[in-house]
């Protein structure tokens, strides 16, 4: 019996149906994960796990966070425990019966080593069966026959880079998270965490937050007029675009007479290139730019993916590779709902030439659509996410747009004026994604000396703007730029930040305890909210792939420079306790009491141990309401326009934060206390 072994029950269902020919039978129960048919008189059986089969864990006598000091975690053991032990005893069950194995996971880091976690258990109860290693990148038909045609072996560099992220991000999160827990006396459920990767990353949001609060903004004046030529209408700014006096800009704008002359215009044509290929980073931060979540976004380009629709993924790459067949994939996709057509429009142009970006790695190529798609098939943000991903492609292999823009020169009574019109004239690539494409702005046609007449005339007076907060997908591209996490992690760890309520909101807004967490980590161990130890420790493991480096090696220089930020901090250990506990004090101050004007903040009922709003000046006031009992819960810095009670945000693993105020009995309760709506399961973030 041959026995293939996936990294998902999906994708288990896939490669049976795609090498049986459509004969492949679900064996088992409804939880069961495996598929049979027959190959050339022999029996073959795909079996699906759920990703990783083993984790990385402390022995027992580690396990107590009271008794133990976080410094003995460093050089402590580190022990594999069964993941899914239902799975792992089905996959030792076939894995002795089987003359042959393949491993079919995921090719990248997280993949190999799940795969060699695999080989491993196999191993404990058939030792002599050949284990080999089919590759590929999507799961078609072509992909996934060539790869079982051409199977290699396991690449051991870098399933022994994954397990080195693995390990260190263990040593690194245990021991940063009890300190910072243990000092600030926050345990069990209330823990505080801190890691090599998410503490950067934090200090990125907290570090921009501090600019915001400091800035100061400066007060200008602009000046703008509604002009008319014949029956058109357009808009013109005086050339100094921002005045900082009044009285300046008050002097121009009483000069403003009923007409004025165009003294000149000028037109220019400018070339908007293509996009490059999508890979993981840029893929995730155009799905954002949709107000889709980057960890949403990623959950469904994988079961996308699992189903056949899309390429892998999780890619760095965006040079598509010699070998994929452009035609082809147009060809894939050419009965799809509103992109078929598209690409039946690229087909017919004849020779297809696609761009590149910067970035070329030969383990997968860019991410790109693989199957017809029926939009009656799929969810809407399934649809939403393949269609993106199809349209990129296409825009790939399409031409520049074209765009004009003009600028004309107004005199108004000796006032200097200038308007500015910009539209598009060659649509290009815009054609087939059209998600960049802003609004034209086109002016009248105009020309030296012609007469415009004043139709409306305004002085605005503005502040400066502070920097602006980072989205999930700006944050994304800051993290991929400075060497933080991976195409595979980055989103995750983003998603981290929330559900553990240091962020919150769209931009992303550290909370108090966020803030108090990572400033004390920065003036106390900088180490830890720099990025450039992260990235360093990124280049090593990238070394272990190359087989430059020893998984030994790095790992053990990733103890040593933990020991040393240990040093540090218990050193500063006072100091640190108490800066994260006086800022902690911000995220339970909910807002003013209505009725005394006194502070309500989060408070726990002695008998009951349920959580509830308070006033801080009891026994005087005694005015309380109810909390939600789970998630997080932090303060909005607003009031409900209708009842005047504070407003929060609950922040609930899993689930969409949610928003309320405070007053039971407020007549906007029915619509804001309630949940957001159950969402489809292929919509729904997947547990792992």
Same mark, same amino acid.
């Given at each position: 019996?041959?026995?293939?072994?996936?990294?998902?029950?999906?994708?288990?269902?896939?490669?049976?149906?795609?090498?049986?020919?459509?004969?492949?039978?679900?064996?088992?129960?409804?939880?069961?994960?495996?598929? !049979?048919?027959?190959?050339?008189?022999?029996?073959?059986?795909?079996?699906?796990?759920?990703?990783?089969?083993?984790?990385?864990?402390?022995?027992?006598?580690?396990?107590?966070?009271?008794?133990?000091?976080?410094?003995?975690?460093?050089?402590?053991?580190?022990?594999?425990? +069964?993941?899914?032990?239902?799975?792992?005893?089905?996959? =030792?069950?076939?894995?002795?019966?089987? %003359?042959?194995?393949?491993?079919?996971?995921?090719?990248?880091?997280?993949?190999?080593?799940?795969? !060699?976690?695999?080989?491993?258990?196999? &191993?404990?109860?058939?030792?002599?069966?050949?284990?080999?290693?089919?590759?590929?990148?999507?799961?078609?038909?072509?992909?996934?026959?060539?790869?079982?045609?051409?199977?290699?072996?396991?690449?051991?560099?870098?399933?022994?880079?994954?397990?080195?992220?693995?390990?260190?991000?263990?040593?690194?999160?245990?021991?940063?998270?009890?300190?910072?827990?243990?000092?600030?006396?926050?345990?069990?459920?209330?823990?505080?965490?801190?890691?090599?990767?998410? !503490?950067?990353?934090?200090?990125?949001?907290?570090?921009?937050?501090?600019?915001?609060?400091?800035?100061?903004?400066?007060?200008?004046?602009?000046?703008?007029?509604?002009?008319?030529?014949?029956?058109?209408?357009?808009?013109?700014?005086?050339?100094? %675009?921002?005045?900082?006096?009044?009285?300046?800009? &008050?002097?121009?704008?009483?000069?403003?007479?009923?007409?004025?002359?165009?003294?000149?215009?000028?037109?220019?044509?400018?070339?908007?290139?293509?996009?490059?290929?999508?890979?993981?980073?840029?893929?995730?931060?155009?799905?954002?730019?949709?107000?889709?979540?980057?960890?949403?976004?990623?959950?469904?380009?994988?079961?996308?993916?699992?189903?056949?629709?899309?390429?892998?993924?999780?890619?760095?790459?965006?040079?598509?590779? @010699?070998?994929?067949?452009?035609?082809?994939?147009?060809?894939?996709?050419?009965?799809?709902?509103?992109?078929?057509?598209?690409?039946?429009?690229?087909?017919?142009?004849?020779?297809?030439?696609?761009?590149?970006?910067?970035?070329?790695?030969?383990?997968?190529?860019?991410?790109?659509?693989?199957?017809?798609?029926?939009?009656?098939?799929?969810?809407?943000?399934?649809?939403?996410?393949?269609?993106?991903?199809?349209?990129?492609?296409?825009?790939?292999?399409?031409?520049?747009?074209?765009?004009?823009?003009?600028?004309?020169?107004?005199?108004?009574?000796?006032?200097?004026?200038?308007? &500015?019109?910009?539209?598009?004239?060659?649509?290009?690539?815009?054609?087939?994604? +059209?998600?960049?494409?802003?609004?034209?702005?086109?002016?009248?046609?105009?020309?030296?000396?012609?007469?415009?007449?004043?139709? *409306? =005339?305004?002085?605005?007076?503005?502040?400066?703007?502070?920097?602006?907060?980072?989205?999930?997908?700006?944050?994304?591209?800051?993290?991929?730029?400075?060497?933080?996490?991976?195409?595979?992690?980055?989103?995750?760890?983003?998603?981290?930040?929330?559900?553990?309520?240091?962020?919150?909101?769209?931009?992303?807004?550290?909370?108090?305890?966020?803030?108090?967490?990572?400033?004390?980590?920065?003036?106390?161990?900088?180490?830890?909210? !720099?990025?450039?130890?992260?990235?360093?420790?990124?280049?090593?493991? *990238?070394?272990?792939?190359?087989?430059?480096?020893?998984?030994?090696?790095?790992?053990?220089?990733?103890? @040593?420079?933990?020991?040393?930020?240990?040093?540090?901090?218990?050193?500063?250990?006072?100091?640190?306790?108490?800066?994260?506990?006086?800022?902690?004090?911000?995220?339970?101050?909910?807002?003013?009491?209505?009725?005394?004007?006194?502070?309500?903040?989060?408070?726990?009922?002695?008998?009951?141990?349920?959580?509830?709003?308070?006033?801080?000046?009891?026994?005087?006031?005694?005015?309380?309401?109810?909390?939600?009992?789970?998630?997080?819960?932090?303060?909005?810095?607003?009031?409900?326009?209708?009842?005047?009670?504070?407003?929060?945000?609950?922040?609930?693993?899993?689930?969409?934060?949610?928003?309320?105020?405070?007053?039971?009995?407020?007549?906007?309760?029915?619509?804001?206390?309630?949940?957001?709506?159950?969402?489809?399961?292929?919509?729904?973030?997947?547990?792992?």
């Amino acid at each position: 019996m041959k026995l293939i072994v996936t990294e998902k029950n999906q994708t288990a269902k896939r490669i049976a149906e795609i090498l049986s020919g459509g004969t492949a039978k679900h064996e088992g129960g409804p939880r069961s994960t495996v598929y !049979s048919y027959d190959e050339n008189g022999g029996e073959v059986k795909s079996v699906g796990m759920r990703g990783h089969v083993l984790q990385v864990d402390f022995p027992e006598e580690y396990r107590s966070w009271q008794e133990v000091e976080p410094r003995s975690l460093i050089d402590a053991e580190i022990i594999k425990t +069964p993941k899914e032990k239902m799975l792992i005893n089905t996959l =030792k069950r076939l894995a002795k019966q089987a %003359d042959e194995v393949v491993i079919a996971t995921d090719y990248d880091r997280e993949g190999e080593l799940i795969g !060699s976690d695999i080989r491993d258990l196999i &191993r404990e109860v058939n030792p002599e069966a050949p284990i080999t290693r089919a590759r590929f990148s999507a799961l078609t038909s072509k992909e996934i026959n060539d790869a079982f045609n051409e199977l290699g072996m396991l690449d051991e560099n870098l399933a022994r880079a994954g397990e080195a992220r693995q390990d260190i991000d263990l040593i690194w999160g245990a021991a940063l998270t009890r300190f910072i827990s243990l000092a600030s006396n926050r345990l069990w459920q209330k823990f505080l965490s801190a890691g090599r990767v998410q !503490s950067p990353t934090l200090a990125l949001l907290v570090d921009r937050e501090a600019e915001i609060r400091a800035f100061v903004p400066e007060d200008f004046w602009q000046v703008k007029v509604t002009l008319s030529h014949g029956p058109d209408q357009f808009t013109a700014r005086h050339k100094t %675009d921002r005045f900082t006096e009044e009285a300046a800009a &008050r002097r121009a704008f009483d000069r403003i007479g009923s007409e004025g002359k165009v003294t000149d215009v000028k037109t220019r044509e400018r070339t908007l290139n293509p996009p490059a290929p999508f890979n993981t980073t840029a893929f995730l931060t155009a799905a954002s730019s949709l107000r889709v979540p980057p960890a949403r976004a990623m959950d469904v380009a994988e079961s996308l993916y699992s189903r056949g629709f899309i390429s892998y993924p999780r890619v760095d790459n965006t040079v598509y590779p @010699e070998s994929l067949e452009l035609d082809g994939v147009l060809r894939a996709i050419e009965g799809s709902d509103v992109v078929g057509p598209l690409a039946a429009e690229l087909l017919a142009k004849g020779e297809l030439k696609a761009t590149r970006g910067k970035k070329f790695s030969t383990d997968h190529p860019p991410i790109y659509p693989t199957g017809t798609a029926r939009r009656s098939a799929l969810s809407d943000l399934e649809w939403k996410i393949y269609e993106l991903i199809a349209r990129r492609f296409m825009a790939t292999l399409s031409e520049a747009a074209m765009a004009r823009s003009t600028r004309v020169d107004v005199d108004l009574s000796g006032e200097p004026f200038v308007a &500015r019109g910009d539209v598009i004239v060659s649509e290009g690539f815009l054609h087939y994604y +059209p998600y960049p494409r802003k609004k034209d702005d086109e002016l009248p046609a105009l020309s030296e000396g012609d007469t415009v007449n004043v139709v *409306d =005339k305004d002085l605005e007076a503005k502040q400066t703007q502070p920097p602006a907060r980072y989205t999930e997908g700006v944050l994304i591209q800051k993290m991929e730029d400075l060497g933080l996490g991976t195409k595979s992690t980055r989103h995750n760890i983003i998603q981290s930040l929330v559900e553990r309520g240091y962020v919150y909101g769209s931009p992303l807004k550290p909370s108090e305890t966020g803030i108090a967490v990572s400033k004390a980590l920065e003036r106390h161990a900088t180490m830890v909210t !720099s990025p450039d130890m992260t990235s360093e420790l990124e280049r090593d493991m *990238d070394a272990i792939v190359d087989g430059k480096q020893t998984f030994e090696v790095v790992v053990d220089r990733s103890r @040593e420079v933990l020991g040393k930020v240990l040093d540090v901090m218990e050193d500063k250990k006072e100091e640190i306790s108490s800066e994260i506990k006086e800022g902690m004090r911000g995220d339970t101050v909910l807002g003013s009491c209505p009725d005394c004007e006194g502070e309500l903040s989060i408070k726990t009922a002695k008998k009951s141990g349920k959580r509830f709003a308070g006033c801080r000046n009891y026994p005087d006031c005694t005015r309380t309401y109810p909390l939600p009992q789970r998630g997080g819960i932090m303060p909005m810095g607003e009031t409900c326009e209708e009842c005047g009670t504070p407003r929060i945000r609950v922040v609930t693993k899993g689930r969409r934060p949610w928003e309320l105020c405070l007053d039971p009995d407020c007549p906007t309760k029915p619509k804001r206390e309630a949940p957001p709506a159950q969402e489809k399961e292929s919509d729904a973030p997947k547990a792992e």
